[in-house]
Structure formats: structure tokens, C-alpha cells
């Protein structure tokens, strides 16, 4: 089964708080100044789906978007 979603990090949005990182390290990482970067561009592998949507939920900032690689909904669950 494919993944049907693909993160982003609005790097206007971050304040470094770091909890996607702590939550999600496969799929997010850390520059110098501690703001999250996504580590892919590419979809979310289907196991890591959960984690991408509990990462997006704790950012403090609302930092992280979700997109269906589908055409469709953003920022929810499918």
C-alpha cells in the first residue's frame, strides 16, 4: 500500500520548540539554529503516518502541514 500523505514544514512558522523532531525523527530533522526541516519531500511511508499526524498535533507554532498526495483534504486524516 502506498502513503497518501506528504509533510511540510512552514519554516516561517517554526520557532525551533523541536517536539516533531522528538516525536517523529524518521521524518523530521534539526538545522544549526534547531528549526525543523522535513527530512523528504516524498510521501510518508504508510507506518509512519500515525507519527506525522501526533508530530503535527504538538507543534505549538501549527508548523507542520499535511497534504494528501491525493487531490483532496489538507491537514487531516483520510
Do not use: W, Y
Not at 7 to 16: A, F, W
Not at 41 to 54: M, N, S
Amino acid at each position: 500500500m502506498s502513503s497518501r500523505i506528504v509533510i511540510r514544514v512552514d519554516r516561517d512558522k517554526c520557532q525551533g520548540h523541536a517536539r516533531c523532531h522528538a516525536l517523529a525523527p524518521q521524518l523530521f530533522e534539526l538545522d544549526e539554529f534547531g528549526s525543523a526541516t522535513e527530512k523528504s519531500r516524498g510521501p510518508v511511508p504508510v507506518e509512519l503516518e500515525d507519527k506525522a499526524f501526533t508530530a503535527q498535533s504538538n507543534c505549538p507554532e501549527g508548523a507542520i502541514v499535511i497534504e494528501s498526495s491525493d487531490a483532496g483534504i489538507e491537514g487531516t486524516r483520510a
